[in-house]
């Protein structure tokens, strides 16, 4: 089945410690990729997209069509990064992964 | 974003009525789509919507009904609530291209009673 998956249901790391969340797809061709992010009690929305390049809040996420993965990363984790992060799903289907809850202690 | 909007906020029932859930949405997205979210299981898609007058099953559609008359709006009913069915309901639209984003509205938390 075309989806995507993210190992890590809870991650947790201190205060300026490089951050990296795993997200791995099972699908052909070449996904657009997205990642989102819930702060509390919010809705979700998008953090970046490979497509772009881009560079949000110090993420980045390259896309590696070997491992078919799209890994998100941040050298210095900042206590406002703890959140919920979505790898978003393919369009095929628009089933999201349980995400990866991201705590950064003081 | 202030393009999709979700009423009520919260939504207090009680098992076995009927609830509605409403989403609107002033993009004109082609695609809708109705997620339900709890501790542990993440997001799930209940139903989605390609287009007026189209719908599709998502993940865990049983007990849910939707409607989608109009493009803007795409409202989902609990035909008759059970404590299960007690969860944040997020609904969420996007344009018809392939790599388009979801955006997401800021969620219904509904307590079946």
């Known amino acids: 089945a075309q989806r995507v998956t993210q190992p890590e249901k809870l991650l947790s790391v201190f205060k300026g410690a490089p951050v990296e969340l795993k997200c791995n797809y099972s699908y052909s061709g070449s996904p657009e990729l997205f990642w989102y992010v819930q702060y509390s009690r919010q809705r979700l929305q998008l953090l970046l997209r490979?497509?772009s390049r881009e560079s949000i809040k110090g993420f980045t996420a390259d896309l590696n069509k070997g491992e078919t993965s799209f890994h998100l990363k941040k050298p210095f984790a900042q206590e406002e990064d703890s959140a919920m992060y979505y790898c978003?799903?393919?369009?095929?289907?628009?089933?999201f992964g349980p995400g990866t809850r991201l705590s950064v202690l003081p | 974003d202030a393009g999709i909007t979700q009423s009520p906020r919260y939504k207090i029932t009680e098992t076995g009525r009927q609830v509605t859930l409403m989403c609107h949405q002033t993009w004109s997205h082609s695609y809708m789509f109705w997620y339900r979210q709890d501790l542990g299981h993440g997001l799930r898609l209940i139903y989605y919507?390609?287009?007026?007058?189209?719908?599709d099953k998502g993940e865990v559609p049983d007990g849910y009904v939707v409607s989608r008359s109009k493009t803007e709006n795409f409202p989902l009913t609990l035909e008759s609530a059970t404590r299960s069915q007690t969860s944040v309901y997020f609904c969420?639209?996007?344009?018809?291209?392939?790599?388009?984003?979801?955006?997401f509205g800021n969620g219904t938390r509904l307590t079946v009673t």
């Open positions: 978003a799903p393919p369009r095929q289907n628009f089933v």
């Open positions: 490979h497509i």
């Open positions: 919507s390609a287009a007026a007058d189209i719908t």
């Open positions: 969420a639209s996007s344009e018809t291209s392939y790599n388009s984003p979801l955006h």
